[in-house]
């Protein structure tokens, strides 16, 4: 696409594929609140280039603004919201073998940041990384279902020292490691993770982590989580959050998982 203007302009029409982007938009995240004198002729021709090696009838001028013309399969963001879509139905229906290779073939489809290098990406790749990291988690969970904690070790360790909050990671890194003979390791990884929440955000590890913990102290079965149970809960989760992301282009709100309620940080006994 040439120069970052003409990919943060394409950028902005394929997240907002089949609305109206409006001018106004694209100036302000080409040059912020304060646009050159000659921002709307060099905006057409950045339109005019992308029109040349899309098409013309793909870019449409618009009331105010412009629209990009996509069918749904045309966009990898749907293309891969439909993949979890079935890969959850699948696990739903306890079909956990075939939706966690649906799962892979989604998270397949990302090649890397998503548009690591433009100044519009901000709120967007945020939403987008963390529909991502979500969709992982459901992944992992379904390899411990089907008891591969052992190989899943290795990439829970870097997931863990990638995200280090994020608890839900961590649950299955214990887990993962207690099926495989390592409770040991497993509660170390409990008491690295209590300690860095405790310093950095002042809370407890949640209820549901605390009682991995002590099931492992006290030698209890670890086992993946109920797929069925999870999964169902999930249903139509992905369409909304994906809706929401390509109508605003905002970040999207926080919902803690099922293992990620913090309890506040209780002061030690006198």
Not at 36 to 55: D, Y
Not at 92 to 105: N, S
Not at 110 to 127: F, M, Q, T
């Amino acid at each position: 696409m040439g120069t970052p203007q003409s990919r943060t302009v394409l950028a902005l029409l394929v997240a907002h594929a089949n609305d109206v982007v409006s001018t106004g938009r694209m100036s302000e995240e080409l040059w912020g609140r304060c646009p050159p004198a000659s921002a709307r002729p060099q905006l057409q021709g950045i339109i005019c280039r992308t029109r040349r090696l899309l098409g013309r009838e793909r870019i449409a001028t618009a009331r105010g603004g412009y629209r990009l013309r996509a069918e749904p399969a045309e966009l990898e963001l749907d293309v891969f919201r439909d993949d979890v879509a079935c890969a959850r139905r699948l696990l739903a229906d306890g079909d956990v073998e075939r939706g966690a290779a649906r799962l892979r073939t989604a998270l397949a489809r990302w090649r890397g940041p998503v548009l690591d290098d433009l100044r519009c990406a901000g709120p967007l790749a945020d939403g987008l990384d963390e529909v991502r990291m979500a969709v992982l988690e459901d992944r992992v969970d379904a390899d411990l279902h089907l008891g591969r904690g052992a190989h899943l070790v290795g990439e829970l360790t870097e997931l863990v020292a990638e995200h280090p909050l994020r608890e839900r990671f961590r649950a299955q890194f214990m887990t993962a490691l207690a099926v495989s003979g390592r409770p040991v390791e497993a509660l170390r990884a409990y008491t690295a993770y209590r300690r860095t929440v405790v310093e950095e955000l002042g809370v407890e590890p949640s209820a549901d982590l605390r009682a991995l913990h002590t099931r492992i102290l006290r030698g209890d079965a670890v086992r993946g989580r109920d797929w069925p149970r999870t999964a169902a809960r999930h249903q139509g989760q992905m369409r909304n959050e994906l809706t929401l992301l390509r109508s605003t282009g905002s970040r999207l709100p926080w919902k803690p998982g099922p293992t990620m309620k913090m309890s506040p940080l209780k002061p030690p006994p006198s």
